[in-house]
């Protein structure tokens, strides 16, 4: 059974940074299609970044040069780094695996306000 269960969300200024953590279990992260999406109110989710089985990586328009993915093989992890936050990155972000189906994480509040 794959779960995902995020955690770091947080309130923050604009400005500011929050890491957040994705740790996987029934799925190895660093054979599979790991990534963060996000939804806010009223708009579709969308893909912030991901990282494939390879290590080929890929991020949102909105968040090149802003945010960081990566994985910790060891703790069968994923991270998203999120430097330089804005109050449009307010929205629910959701750890994403895929194997064979897609599976979600719960989802963890980001608010980026003064």
């Known amino acids: 059974q794959v779960q995902l269960v995020e955690s770091g969300g947080g309130l923050v200024q604009p400005g500011g940074s929050l890491r957040l953590s994705c740790a996987a279990s029934?799925?190895?992260?660093?054979?599979?299609?790991m990534g963060w999406y996000r939804q806010a109110p009223g708009k579709q989710r969308e893909l912030v970044a991901g990282?494939?089985?390879?290590?080929?990586?890929t991020y949102g328009d909105s968040v090149k040069g802003r945010f960081t993915i990566s994985r910790d093989n060891a703790k069968n992890t994923v991270s998203l780094q999120m430097n330089t936050l804005k109050p449009e990155d307010t929205a629910v972000y959701f750890c994403?695996?895929?194997?064979?189906?897609?599976?979600w994480g719960q989802g963890t509040q980001v608010t980026v306000s003064s």
């Open positions: 994403h695996a895929a194997l064979f189906r897609d599976y």
């Open positions: 029934g799925i190895i992260v660093s054979i599979n299609a």
């Open positions: 990282i494939t089985a390879g290590g080929s990586i």
